[in-house]
């Protein structure tokens, strides 16, 4: 694997950017978050939509995260590059990027904005499962992906409010601008901006 994959993303635990660290860390932070609307949906509805948006939720740090619109070696495809099956993902999320490099790029609102972005996403990756399942079964999979869109909006949310804390969109006005408040807890919480800075 190393002769296709530079070293360096190789190299153990220097395959994230601070920046995809940081996300990782917000996301896993904010799973009360999630199971709390899990058990709403399961007390209320249905425990088997409940199941699919921790799944969603689960997206994230499997790498199906708004970042995937960097061009290049990104977090997501280090970290499928590690496991033999899920190396096509890499080469479907390296579309995913060109197209989203060329419309708006790198934190548009198509990658980066609430409720689209995520509808895009689930749509873009979750496609190809659901035209494969479809020529084995009948269901469309309705609750399964309405269940997995809850789940990824809630972790796909965290990461554009941390991106606009932090000041990085290119659409919206910065929440962060002046807000010193929700800088200090980013940076206390999270270590973000990172007190060492890497190359990628
Ligand atoms: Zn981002």
């Known amino acids: 694997m190393s002769e296709i994959i530079p070293l360096k993303w190789v190299e153990k635990g220097s395959f994230m950017s601070p920046d995809g660290v940081t996300h990782v860390k917000i996301w896993k932070t904010f799973f009360p978050l999630t199971l709390i609307v899990a058990l709403g949906i399961g007390l209320l509805w249905s425990w088997y939509i409940a199941m699919f948006v921790i799944i969603g939720w689960g997206f994230h740090g499997f790498g199906i995260d708004p970042d995937l619109d960097l061009s290049g070696f990104n977090r997501s495809e280090a970290l499928w590059s590690k496991l033999i099956i899920t190396i096509p993902l890499i080469g479907w999320s390296t579309f ?72 990085e969109m290119n659409f919206f006005s910065r929440i962060g601008g002046k807000n010193i408040f929700l800088k200090r807890i980013m940076k206390i919480w999270f270590d973000y901006p990172p007190t060492k800075k890497n190359d990628y």
Request: net charge positive.
């Open 96 to 167: 995913y990027a060109r197209i989203f490099q060329k419309w708006g790029g790198h934190r548009s609102i198509w990658t980066h904005g609430f409720i689209i972005s995520t509808f895009i996403r689930l749509m873009f990756f979750g496609l190809p499962f659901l035209w494969w399942f479809r020529q084995h079964w009948i269901d469309d999979l309705t609750r399964e992906f309405f269940g997995m869109y809850i789940g990824m909006s809630i972790s796909d949310n965290l990461h554009i409010i941390a991106d606009m804390i932090t000041g």
